[in-house]
């Protein structure tokens, strides 16, 4: 079987490894040290015990009537000492007086040695007792094997183990990867299993779930915007085609061909604003940024209205502006702000009756400064009315009309790209009310 190096079950299992063998080196490591400390702690409490045994035998035997050979009841003494142990008494001033075993050479590194003074019958003297530490040598090599032998099988085992723990963690990981490789552009509605285990992986499986659900929603408008566009576009092509074909069929007079080319060039005129609303809102559907600078957005709207009072007066429509003469000031673009309004301006023309009017105004209210553009037009139906900041969406009834139904939704993008909110509220024969509200920047002129 081949082993895939860069998986996270891989590199799980040799981090699990190398800090596994690490512990347990650093562990095996401690107990020698500790158990090394513990066996030369008892043997030096036995040689203190020892010591402290010899001090008082021979305060006794020194202190018997007649007076005892000392050196042959130390003898006797140190026969009952252990075979390994070692044990030199000598006055402090002079020379070595006894030495057990008597006349041995000593390897004094090999042994664990405690010296003591006392005082016998008024005299100093030095005793030097020791004791092997073969057998606490011995007891460290086994331990050490034992150590050396066991952290490989430890580690190895503790890998296999691993490996197999990674592998049952990691399934559901590929289940997901599976099915998440099975779901395409065609089949964007279907979703990943969720996993009922309160876990990270039943979060992972909830966020891909509505990832792809935003994805479904994403592509469905862009389909429908696709087609609605296709639709839209279809109507001039066709239009210029039928005009120019029906000029080319025969001869005509020069006032006939130019009727066909304003024709032509109205409806080039209409395919070309079509055009230009496209490419807007597909630059804020990329979120491409536009330069925001201080503004007076009474001056703006003042611009728009007054770019639409020749079409007003066509429609004996009047436009009344008001909004006081003080600076208001917000942080915008100016040229997509003249186009906002120039959309709710228009679509407030579009559906009013000739000798109504056209009220544009710009408020503070509640820390921010709400523009309003409220016409005495036909009216919105209630449930058309949640619909109408959608693309292409033109109602039955009181959104017929001319236009290609881009306008308030190239509005509601230019207000949502200033931050601003954007809302309608209507009255089917009365008319409606648009209103946008914008965060207002405060500067020298308001102080």
């Known amino acids: 079987m081949k082993i895939n190096t860069h998986s996270i079950r891989f590199r799980l299992t040799v981090w699990y490894a190398l800090i596994l063998s690490a512990a347990l080196c650093v562990f095996s490591g401690l107990v020698w040290v500790m158990m090394e400390q513990r066996l030369a702690r008892d043997i030096r409490r036995n040689l203190d015990e020892e010591a402290w045994r010899f001090e008082i035998f021979v305060q006794r035997e020194a202190a018997e009537i007649p007076a005892v050979n000392l050196e042959d009841e130390i003898e006797e003494f140190c026969h009952a000492l252990p075979s390994s142990s070692y044990l030199e008494f000598r006055p402090a001033n002079r020379g ?41 040598h011995r007891a460290l090599e086994l331990l050490q094997t034992l150590l050396i032998s066991l952290v490989p099988l430890v580690v190895a085992v503790s890998c296999l183990g691993g490996a197999w723990l990674s592998r049952r963690a990691l399934k559901p990981v590929d289940e997901i990867t599976s099915a998440a490789r099975a779901i395409s552009i065609e089949n964007l509605a279907h979703r990943l299993p969720t996993p009922d285990t309160g876990d990270e992986l039943e979060r992972l499986t909830e966020t891909w779930n509505a990832t792809l659900a935003r994805l479904e929603s994403a592509v469905a408008v862009l389909s429908g915007f696709a087609a609605d566009a296709s639709h839209e576009l279809r109507t001039p092509v066709a239009v210029i085609r039928t005009g120019a074909e029906l000029a080319l069929r025969r001869d005509r007079e020069p006032e006939a061909y130019r009727e066909s080319l304003r024709e ?169 009310v648009f209103q946008v509200s914008f965060e207002e920047r405060l500067n020298d002129s308001r102080t």
Not at 104 to 132: F, H, N
Not at 335 to 352: I, P, T, V
Not at 374 to 402: C, M, V, W
Request: aromatic content about 6%; proline content about 3%.
């Open 264 to 432: 032509i060039a109205a409806e080039s005129e209409r395919m070309t604003q079509l055009v230009e609303d496209l490419l807007f809102l597909a630059r804020r559907d990329t979120r491409s940024g536009m330069p925001m600078d201080p503004l007076d957005l009474r001056d703006v709207l003042n611009d728009a209205a007054q770019e639409l009072h020749g079409l007003a007066d066509a429609r004996d429509i009047r436009i009344h502006v008001t909004g006081g003469t003080e600076p208001l000031i917000i942080a915008g673009n100016s040229a997509a702000l003249r186009r906002l309004f120039l959309a709710l301006l228009d679509n407030a023309l579009k559906y009013s009756e000739s000798g109504t009017e056209v009220n544009a105004s710009i408020a503070r209210r509640d820390g921010r400064l709400v523009a309003a553009i409220t016409d005495q037009g036909t009216g919105i139906a209630p449930e058309d009315l949640p619909h109408i900041f959608q693309r292409f969406y033109r109602a039955n009834k009181a959104r017929s009309g001319e236009g290609h139904g881009l306008g308030l939704s190239l509005a509601q993008s230019i207000a949502l790209a200033h931050n601003a909110l954007i809302e309608a509220t209507s009255e089917l024969g009365k008319g409606s």
């Open 96 to 136: 070595v007086t006894f030495r057990y075993p008597a006349g041995a050479q000593i390897a004094r590194w090999r042994y664990e040695i405690l010296t003591r003074a006392m005082v016998i019958q008024g005299q100093p003297y030095m005793l030097e007792i020791g004791a092997s530490r073969a057998e606490m």
